[in-house]
C-alpha cells in the first residue's frame, strides 16, 4: 500500500474549494469534478454500474449540503466523500449482496476490469474472484465497508477510519478479524499472498 503525504505548498487543498463555497456555492463544482471518477468507481464496485450513477450523485448532492460541516483542517476530502458514499451503500445493502453472489457464481467483475494493470493479476483475480465474493458477501456490513475502503478505494487506516467515523482501534480490531475470516475461508491462505509458480 502506497504511503499517503498531505498536500504541499503548491498542491490542491479540498479543504480551501469547501471553505470557498460556503459563500461561492459554484466553487463546489471543483471537488465534484475532482473526486466524482474515483468515488463513482468505487461505488459500482460495490453496487453495479446502474444504481452507481444516482449513489455517485447523491453522494455530491449530501456532501454539498453538508459542506458548512467539513473540518477544515482536513486538507483531503476523499475519507468524507467515502464515508458519505459508505453510508449511501447502506442503504442499498440487497443490491450489493446480490452483486457479491453474482460474482461468487461467475467471478466476472465488468467494473474492476479495465483497472487491472497486469495479466498476471488478472488471472489471480479471475481465479480467486467467486470466492472473494463469496466471502464479501457473508462479512458483517462494518468490516465489509472497512475492508473495500482500503483495498478498492486505497484508503490508509486512518482515512478509514476517518470514512468510517470510527477509531484507529476499531479499525484494527476490525481488520485483524476479517483477514481470519478471509485465511479461514482460503485454508489458512492468504490470497492476496499467491503468485504464479515460476515455470
Known amino acids: 500500500m502506497a504511503i499517503k503525504t498531505s498536500p504541499g505548498a503548491g498542491e490542491v487543498h479540498d479543504s480551501r474549494t469547501i471553505s470557498a463555497s460556503l459563500t461561492d456555492p459554484e466553487r463546489f463544482a471543483e471537488i465534484f469534478h475532482r473526486h466524482w471518477d474515483e468515488i463513482h468507481r468505487y461505488i459500482a464496485r460495490r453496487l453495479g454500474p446502474e444504481p452507481a450513477e444516482d449513489v455517485g450523485a447523491e453522494t455530491f448532492t449530501v456532501a454539498f449540503r453538508n459542506r458548512g460541516r467539513y473540518d477544515l483542517t482536513r486538507t483531503d476530502a476523499r475519507p468524507w466523500l467515502y464515508g458519505i458514499a459508505t453510508n449511501l451503500i447502506g442503504q442499498h445493502r440487497r443490491a450489493e449482496r446480490r452483486r457479491h453472489r453474482l460474482l461468487a457464481r461467475t467471478g466476472a467483475d465488468r467494473v474492476s476490469a479495465s483497472f487491472t494493470d497486469s495479466s ?18 457473508g462479512l458483517p456490513a462494518g468490516e465489509r465497508d472497512l475492508l473495500l475502503l482500503i483495498a478498492w478505494a486505497d484508503l490508509t ?43
Open 120 to 137: 498476471d493479476a488478472r488471472v489471480t483475480a479471475e481465479r480467486l474472484g467467486p470466492r472473494v465474493a463469496s466471502v464479501l458477501a
Open 157 to 199: 487506516y486512518e482515512e478509514a477510519a476517518e470514512a468510517l467515523g470510527v477509531p484507529m482501534g476499531t479499525v484494527r480490531s476490525r481488520l485483524h478479524r476479517v483477514r481470519k475470516k478471509i485465511r479461514r475461508a482460503f485454508g489458512d491462505i492468504d490470497p492476496t499472498s499467491l503468485r504464479e509458480a515460476p515455470e
